[in-house]
């Protein structure tokens, strides 16, 4: 067991502050950049390359990564969502998701994720077939009519 001098804890303390504040600035000064030059309230088309990434949205699901948020909306796109943007009256720079039918508009990533997994789960495993089911099988037939036709 290793005690460390107090000396030892204010530095690091100081170091620690200096480090945060380092890097405080320079996330502010990545966010000035990232404010869209477009006057606030207009929803503006976000594009974006789109790719198939299924795997992107279980992800996303587990862990909100902002890497992992791009894939979900290059996936997105792959399905035929459009993706809006817009800056709020904060600065904060927003995006809506409107479903390929356009019966759908939401706001949060995470939750399209989760209708999307959701829709998955209803679905049957690929590679599967669901047998038909012709009319004529549930019916019963009386086999004396049935002579008549022949």
């Known amino acids: ?5 107090v000396s030892g804890i204010r530095s690091e303390e100081s170091y620690i502050k200096r480090v945060t504040e380092f890097s405080s600035e320079i996330s502010t000064a990545a966010h000035g ?45 792959h399905l035929g969502w459009t993706i809006e943007q817009m ?5 904060r720079l927003r995006f809506r998701y ?10 949060s ?8 997994k959701q829709r998955d789960e209803s679905l049957p495993p690929p590679g599967t077939v669901t047998p038909l089911s012709l009319p004529c099988e ?3 037939y009386n086999t004396q009519e049935m002579k008549s036709i022949v």
């Open 1 to 5: 067991f290793f005690l460390t001098p």
């Open 33 to 77: 950049n990232m404010i869209l030059p477009k006057k606030n309230g207009n929803w503006q088309p976000f594009d974006c390359v789109a790719i198939s990434a299924p795997q992107a949205v279980s992800s996303y699901i587990r862990t909100k990564s902002h890497r992992v948020a791009i894939h979900v909306k290059k996936h997105l796109k």
């Open 87 to 91: 800056v709020d009256e904060a600065g």
């Open 98 to 107: 409107l479903s390929p039918d356009g019966r759908l508009t939401e706001q």
């Open 109 to 116: 990533l995470r939750q399209v994720c989760f209708i999307l």
């Open 138 to 140: 549930n019916r019963t």
